[in-house]
Every structure is written in structure tokens, then in C-alpha cells.
């Protein structure tokens, strides 16, 4: 029988209990207010009829109308004749009366009628006080069994509410006791209640559960072992190259890519201090240079600038060549006890090996300035063609002529802004960015920007507020390329912000930098993607949900500044509109 349906019946009887009790109650109120309704009805109402006839026996004399009182009340208690003996009074009462009718004057008649009368209302009387003893006798009755069977219910009830709980309390203590001992690696803990119910299927499960714990404790060893050496297999297969060290910096293990990229065979590297080995070997200063800080990283840590590292690989056939890596320190954590209280355990440095890709990069770097070059010449000739079409000495063009060739002027001109970014890219990519330092006055690069855009800007009835104090230091960078970075601002600008508005350029000192802020007033650049606004081919959506450009200008311009020694970002927190910034360091010669 399952807990739930014990649970039901134990509430039925419960019920059955309550239910009995209340009609055992019910039918003694029951007998109880037949016996008052006896009384009120058999003899009250008798008493009162024979007080009415007395009344009307003694006001004959008087009132002519008595006797007719006398008779119809009369009537009245021959219809309610109950009692023994009182029908014999009520036949000589009405015999009575009819020889008073005739003759009035009869004293013996009335004098029996009185007489008569006195007997009827003692036997009613006397009904009265035996019925009374009746009802009484009825009560406590019904007062004594009551009690006897809201005893019995009372110590019933009392047991199953004692019983009954701790029927379902105490497997779950059985439960819990077991639980603990499980928690306490005691794994031979059984639980031995056993019943048909949900209670006896929990007890077997959590046996059969404690078996098996018992018999992998007992096994674990053996399948810890086995399960090392599939792991050092697999670590002795992989690709990539991995060393494994203790949280003393004791080297445990490395893999045969590890070893040959160290130039030190295995068995001479398992179980020396990494500090040691790292003092007569490049590679593994290299490594273990961020662990020499006492800390441990919950995050891989990756090499500094690139993230790449250019190590020269023998190769497992003896074709060696240089080869590009990454490296990802992930310090190992161990909770001995089970208790959740993680331990330093070690590291684990990967190498991983990604000349494929970087060569594959470098083809499309490659493959994108060469395609970005020969286009030029190209685009350039198409430009030069425009030109001499616009030379009203080759011949004059009507209005609808001129329109189409102002569209592929612009087209042409796009794309000429397009191949010169994939230029700027490929060198960015290819790390081959030629800079030529010197000392520039920002005044000059903001002057060279805005009147870049000028013409752009008067299209849209836009106007540049320049703010460039006239002392401002001179900064160190190219001026071809920070000047490049401000038009791209101010490109940008132009395009997002409406017609008839202002665009500010504002140019101030900030600690060893000149800090150069180009501010629209356009729709901004929504929360989620500031993060992304300066990643390669990334555009984020206008206000009609299209995208323009094509998602390097702010790429290359992050480039260009850091390759210059300089920051470039985006303000946050603004109403409306979107604030772009670099800084550039100021001149050291100043």
C-alpha cells in the first residue's frame, strides 16, 4: 500500500470518527426535542383548554356567551385526547354539559362538570411530570454515552495522531542517519525498515546505492590507476605541447611535443624544480615567468602582446622550421576531502601549435593587399575618365548624363576608400604598419581633418566646432596617420548625425598625453555594442537598422594609435549622440 493511500484512510477514519460523533449528537437532540414537543403539545394544551372551560363555567352567569366558549373549547380537547383515562373524562364532560344546555339551573350537572374538569387537568398534571422525567432521563443518557463514545474516539484519535507521524517520521530519520553515514565514507550502512510503500522502495534504492559505493571504494584504486594511464596515453598523443607541474613547480609530466620544443629529453625533465630547468633553457623561462608571482590564476594566462610565440620546432620527421604557439597556464584545483575546500594542486602550461592558421592568415593577408593594389590602378583610371567627361571641351552632357556620372564618381570614390583600407589592414595584420614619427602640432591634424570633410559637412548643413587651445604641446606620431584616425572620426560623424547640427572637435592636455574628442549628436551607438565598435568588420546598425562602411576605419584607427603609443576609446554615459577619443604622448623634447 503506498503512503498516500495510508494517508487517506488514516483521514477517513479520522472522519468516520468525527462523523459518528456528531450523529450519535444529533439523534439524542433529536429524542430531546420530541419529548419537549410531547409535553408542549399532549398536555400544555389540555391544561390550557380545561383553564379556558373553568373560566367560562364561572362567567356563565354573566355572559350569555360562556356556555358557547364552554362547548368550543370543549371541542378542541376531544380532538386532543392523549393521555389514559382522559378520554372517559372528556365523554362525561361533553354529557354533562349537553344536560346543562338543557337544563341550565342544573347544579348537579355543573357540579360534576367542576369536578371532571379538576381530573382532567391532574392527569395532564401528572403526564406533564412523567414526561418531564422522561426527558430527563433521555438527557443523561445522552450526556453518559456521548462521553463514553467521545472517550473511546478521544484516546483513538490521540493514539493515531501519536502513531501516525512517527510511522512517516521515522523511516525518514532511518534516511537521514544513513545519508550521514554515507557523508562519513561508511559505506556499509544499510537501512533495514521494510515496508510495501514508497518508504520500503527509498530503503532499497538507498541500499542498493550503498553497495555500489561500497564496491567502487573498494575497486577505486585499481580504476585510478587504469584511468592515469589512459590519461598519460592521451597526454603522450596530443598535438599540442603539455607540461604538467606540482604546486611546488616540480615537473610531473610532459608529452613528447614538449620535450622536443625544450630540446630536453623527458626522463631528464620529470621531477626537476621548473625555476632549475629555466635558468639554462629559453623556452621554459619563457613559460614560467608569470608563475614566478606567488598567485594563482583562475583564467588561462596568455603571453603578452599578440599572445603569440614564435618557437623554432624540430618536427617529429626532422624537418624543423619555425613555428607559431600560444600558451595557456590553467592552475589545478583539488578538493581532497570532498568537502568542497579547494587545494592548490599544480599547473598544467599548454602549447599550442597554430602555424596552419598563421599561415592561412598570412595568404589572405597577402591575397587582400595584393587585390587592394591592383585595384587602384584601375579605379584610378576610371577616375581620370570622369574627369575628362566632365571637360566640357570632350563634349557637353545633359543634366540626367551628369547624374549618372556623379553616381559612378561616387562608387568609384568608395571603392578607392575601400581597397585603402584593405591596405591599411594588411599592413595592420601583417604587422608591417610603417610609421613615420615626429613632432606634430594637434592644431595642424585637426586643420587637415576638418577642412577633409568640409565639403561633406556643408552638404548636410553641418558645422565643425573646433575647441583646440593655441599652447597645446606638440605630440609624437605620424601625421599621416593621426590625421587618417581624425578624418575617420570625423567621416563617421558626418554620416550618423542629422542635417543642421553641430559636430564639436575638442583638443586638450591630459597628464602626458593630448587627448583629441571627436562629439555627434546622431542616434549614439547602443549599450551592447560599444564593446565590439572597434573590432575588424563589425557595423553597428543605424537608425533605419541598415549597417554602412565596412567595419575597418575604426579597426585600423585602433591600430595606427597604439602602434603610435597611444589610447583610443569610447565615451560612455552620454544623453545623445556618441564621443569618440585617442590620445597621443606628447613630445619629449617639450
Known amino acids: 500500500m503506498t503512503i498516500k493511500a495510508k494517508l487517506s484512510l488514516g483521514l477517513a477514519f479520522m472522519f468516520v470518527i468525527i462523523l459518528g460523533l456528531g450523529g450519535l449528537g444529533t439523534y439524542y437532540l433529536n429524542e430531546l426535542a420530541n419529548d419537549s414537543q410531547a409535553i408542549l403539545k399532549d398536555n400544555y394544551i389540555s391544561l390550557q383548554y380545561v383553564s379556558d372551560m373553568q373560566k367560562a363555567l364561572l362567567d356563565r352567569v354573566a355572559d350569555s356567551d360562556a356556555l358557547h366558549r364552554f362547548e368550543i373549547t370543549l371541542r378542541k380537547q376531544e380532538a386532543n385526547v392523549t393521555e389514559e383515562g382522559e378520554q372517559g373524562i372528556t365523554d362525561a364532560l361533553r354529557r354533562d354539559f349537553n344536560r346543562l344546555a338543557t337544563v341550565p339551573n342544573d347544579t348537579m350537572a355543573l357540579r360534576r362538570l367542576e369536578v371532571n374538569l379538576l381530573q ?21 443518557d445522552a450526556l453518559l454515552l456521548l462521553a463514553v463514545v467521545g472517550t473511546v474516539c478521544f484516546l483513538i484519535a490521540f493514539s493515531f495522531v501519536i502513531n501516525f507521524p512517527s ?15 554515507i557523508t562519513s565514507r561508511n559505506f556499509e550502512e544499510r537501512l533495514h525498515f521494510r515496508s510495501s510503500d514508497e518508504f520500503g522502495e527509498l530503503a532499497r534504492s538507498f541500499n542498493s546505492m550503498a553497495q555500489k559505493l561500497d564496491e567502487y571504494e573498494h575497486s577505486n584504486l585499481a580504476k585510478l590507476l587504469f584511468e592515469k594511464k589512459r590519461i598519460d596515453t592521451l597526454i603522450q598523443l596530443m598535438n599540442d605541447g603539455i607540461i604538467g607541474l606540482d604546486e611546488h613547480k616540480k615537473i610531473l609530466f610532459t608529452n613528447p611535443v614538449a620535450s622536443r620544443l625544450l630540446g630536453i629529453d623527458a626522463d631528464k625533465l620529470i621531477g626537476r624544480y621548473a625555476p632549475d630547468v629555466a635558468s639554462v633553457n629559453d623556452l621554459m623561462r619563457t ?9 594563482w590564476p583562475e583564467e588561462p594566462i596568455r603571453p603578452n602582446g599578440n599572445g603569440l610565440l614564435k618557437i623554432y620546432d624540430p618536427g617529429a620527421d626532422g624537418k624543423g622550421k619555425e613555428s607559431f604557439f600560444t600558451k595557456q597556464i590553467h592552475a589545478v584545483t583539488v578538493a581532497p576531502t570532498g568537502d568542497g575546500d579547494y587545494r592548490p594542486a599544480g599547473w598544467v602550461i599548454v602549447l599550442e601549435n597554430i602555424t596552419s592558421f598563421k599561415e ?28 575628362l567627361l566632365d571637360d566640357d571641351r570632350i563634349g557637353q552632357l545633359n543634366t540626367e548624363q551628369k547624374q549618372l556620372i556623379g553616381h559612378v ?38 586643420r587637415y581633418a576638418t577642412n577633409a570633410l568640409q565639403v561633406s559637412a556643408n552638404q548636410k548643413h553641418i558645422r565643425f566646432e573646433v575647441n583646440a587651445p593655441v599652447d597645446l604641446p606638440t605630440v609624437k606620431a605620424d601625421p599621416d596617420k593621426a590625421s587618417w584616425v581624425l578624418v575617420n572620426f570625423l567621416s563617421n ?17 591630459i597628464g602626458n598625453q593630448v587627448e583629441f574628442v571627436v562629439r555627434d549628436y546622431g542616434a549614439g551607438i547602443r549599450a551592447e555594442h560599444r564593446d565590439r565598435i572597434f573590432d575588424r568588420y563589425f557595423r553597428a546598425p543605424g537608425t533605419n537598422g541598415q549597417s554602412s562602411g565596412t567595419g575597418l576605419g575604426l579597426a585600423i584607427s585602433k591600430e595606427f594609435i597604439e602602434s603610435m603609443g597611444g589610447e583610443i576609446g569610447l565615451l560612455p554615459n552620454l544623453a545623445n549622440g556618441a564621443a569618440f577619443y585617442f590620445r597621443l604622448p606628447i613630445s619629449i623634447s617639450q
Open 167 to 181: 510511522y512517516i517520521a521515522r523511516p525518514i530519520r532511518e534516511l537521514t542517519r544513513g545519508i550521514r553515514q
Open 493 to 509: 560623424a558626418v554620416r550618423h548625425s542629422p542635417e543642421d547640427s553641430p559636430i564639436d572637435v575638442s583638443v586638450r592636455p
Open 409 to 446: 564618381r561616387d562608387d568609384a570614390e568608395r571603392l578607392l576608400n575601400i581597397t585603402g583600407e584593405l591596405v591599411n589592414m594588411a599592413q595592420v595584420e601583417s604587422g608591417q604598419i610603417q610609421l613615420k614619427i615626429e613632432n606634430v602640432a594637434p592644431s595642424d591634424i585637426v
Open 287 to 295: 613559460l614560467i615567468q608569470d608563475l614566478m608571482a606567488e598567485h
Open 360 to 387: 592561412l592568415d598570412q595568404a589572405k593577408t597577402n591575397f587582400i593587399a595584393t587585390v587592394s593594389h591592383e585595384l587602384k590602378t584601375p579605379i584610378s583610371s576610371i577616375k581620370l575618365s570622369l574627369k
Open 120 to 140: 382532567l387537568d391532574d392527569i395532564n398534571r401528572q403526564a406533564m411530570f412523567r414526561k418531564n422525567g422522561t426527558a430527563k432521563q433521555t438527557a443523561t
